[in-house]
């Protein structure tokens, strides 16, 4: 089983900044992709952001050129920074990991979700 443990979330004001952070444990061999997904109340979970091994990045158009994603292969841990935060920004954040355990059986996990507030 792999789990993924998110932290990083809270109330912010707009304008403002907050950094998530996901790292995924268990019985890893690789991970391939990492990335952000976000829901709001009343709407659809959304991807925000994915990031590959290679470092090659997607970002929904709602958050390019305010949102960073970065991951560290060595630790399996992926980071969101988002910057100039919006209130339309509020939502839970999903981190979300797909790969092979070392028993080469796929696996694709979900945090349990952090929230984040962005007050007008």
């Known amino acids: 089983q792999v789990q993924l443990v998110e932290s990083g979330g809270g109330l912010v004001q707009a304008g403002g900044s907050l950094r998530l952070s996901c790292a995924a444990s268990?019985?890893?061999?690789?991970?391939?992709?990492m990335g952000w997904y976000r829901q709001a109340p009343g709407k659809q979970r959304e991807l925000v952001a994915t990031?590959?091994?290679?470092?090659?990045?997607r970002y929904a158009d709602s958050v390019k050129g305010r949102f960073t994603i970065s991951r560290d292969n060595a630790k399996n841990t992926v980071h969101l920074q988002m910057n100039s935060l919006k209130p339309e920004d509020t939502a839970v954040y999903y981190c979300n990991a797909g790969g092979l355990t070392l028993a080469y059986t796929p696996f694709d996990s979900w945090g349990q979700g952090t929230q984040v507030t962005v007050s007008s």
């Open positions: 268990g019985i890893i061999r690789s991970i391939n992709p």
């Open positions: 990031i590959t091994s290679r470092g090659s990045t």
